[in-house]
């Protein structure tokens, strides 16, 4: 709910307000979070687009400062271990994330379209970190790839994703050090 001390909404109130809902576990609902803000659902989609968009860049404001921190305590590692040590973190953060897992657990089939598929630029931003990642090891010549840089960051992702929301694609338990594992075997080849 707006403060008193708002005077006027705008799409960063909006973003904001929808994230604390998302924090706090809630459905994020957009004729509840206009009627919060005090404007028209046609406002609230001219600044931060639909839902999925909304939750999409949710996510991303979470997943960001998770990765960059992850690449900052893994600057002694070297090599697959330095890959496999940030995508691990970064798919712990994930698993014991309430949030996050409240929202795959409520609604599935939209989590896996808005976070593993091109329904939004998520996935692709989340690639393009771990393309950098492994570009900066590679050029280090900590890594030899056995793939393009490009298609290397795609299936380290995928790999990540598959032990991730395992619950979800294959009823397995969500496991970060199988994906600390997989990512470790892949690029030690």
Known sequence: MLSESTSRPDALTAFREARRAF??????????????????????????????????????????????????????????????????DLAAFTVSSEPMMTFVQREPERALRLLTTQATDFQARLQALIEALLAEEIAAGRIDPPLPVHDLAYLTLRMSEAFVYSDVIAGETPDPGKVRQAVRALLRG
Not at 67 to 72: I, K
């Open 23 to 88: 924090m706090a576990g809630r459905r994020i609902e957009m004729q509840e979070l206009a009627q919060d803000l005090g404007v028209s659902r046609a406002t609230l989609f001219r600044w931060v687009g639909g839902r999925d968009q909304l939750l999409a860049e949710i996510i991303w404001s979470m997943t960001l400062p998770t990765f960059e921190a992850a690449v900052q305590t893994s600057r002694r590692k070297r090599g697959a271990n330095r890959v496999a040590s940030v995508l691990g």
